[in-house]
Each structure stands twice: as C-alpha cells, then as structure tokens.
C-alpha cells in the first residue's frame, strides 16, 4: 500500500521551517501533498495561486511532493486523496495543546486517520508564517528563515 501524507497549512508565506518538514516527510513517504487551506475565518496576505506559484520552484527537488489546495474537513480532503497519514509540526510547547485537540477531533471523524508530528529542527523552532509577516510589514526582513523568492515576494508586498 502506497504510503501517501498530506501536510495542511496555510503557508502564508511558506518558511524554511515548512521546508525543512517537507524535506523530512518526502524521505518517510512515497507521496506526501503540501496541502494548501483555503482558510475563510483568515485573511491571507497571499492568495492561494501565489503560494502555489511560491510553494511549486522550492519542492520541484523532491519528486514524490505536490502542492494542491483544500477547503471544509481536512479529514474530507484526506478520504478524497487517499492518504494515509497527516503531517504537522510542533514548535514549540504552545502548539502542542491545539495541536493535540485537532489531531483528537480528527481522529473522531475519521478513526482510521494518523497524525505524524514532527519537530522542527533547532533553527526554526520559533519560526511562524505570523512572526515573518509582521517583521516584514514594519521593514524587516529575515533572510536566513525564508526563501528567497518568498523574501522578495514579501518585500514587494509591504513596499510602501
């Protein structure tokens, strides 16, 4: 059986730690979908074509990861693609209690559903798509947590 995880997130904007669990998750899976979240209750900074647009050059290194989008149950999308198992991180103890109830409630509509939690590595421990954001928006950059195209895409964005 084809061993195939989904990793959601709203990658707005994606960061080194995102890659860096994708990285991880290409070498324990045959496929694994980085699964964009058209997300209602969250105003995005970026439309989902441009992360697709911004996911697609990072992963094309990895032959066994796809970019796609979902909307509804993560659990849904999980039945429609057949997958196997649902990649999240864990940066720090703060995720893990929301964290635990998604991985609960998912497990509850859908008992057959595995969670995979992996840790980021010691550089990204406290890297967020949030903290990137607002460092950016008051002039910031932080070259070193995200890549390049995704640094100058922000940078064009809060250009003022």
């Known amino acids: 059986m084809k061993k195939l995880a989904v990793y959601p997130g709203s990658f707005d904007p994606i960061t080194n730690g995102h890659l860096d669990i994708i990285e991880r ?5 045959d496929e694994v979908i980085v699964a964009i979240l058209n997300n209602s209750a969250k ?3 970026f439309t989902n074509e441009e992360r697709k647009a911004q996911i697609a050059p990072l992963i094309k290194k990895f032959k066994n990861v796809k970019v796609d989008f979902f ?3 993560l659990v849904d999308y999980m039945k429609k693609t057949k997958a196997n198992a649902c990649i999240r991180g864990l940066r720090a103890v703060t995720d893990l ?5 998604l991985a609960n409630i998912n497990k509850k509509l859908s008992p057959k ?3 995979i939690f992996f840790m980021p590595s010691e550089k990204n421990t406290y890297l967020s798509s ?4 607002e460092v950016y928006q008051f002039g910031g950059e932080l070259k070193d947590c995200v890549p390049s195209n995704i640094d100058k895409a922000l940078k064009k964005k809060f250009k003022k």
């Open 43 to 45: 105003k995005s900074l």
């Open 113 to 115: 559903m595995e969670t």
């Open 25 to 29: 998750a290409a070498a324990l899976f």
């Open 71 to 73: 909307d509804g149950l």
């Open 130 to 133: 949030s903290v990137v954001k």
């Open 97 to 101: 209690e929301y964290e635990f109830t």
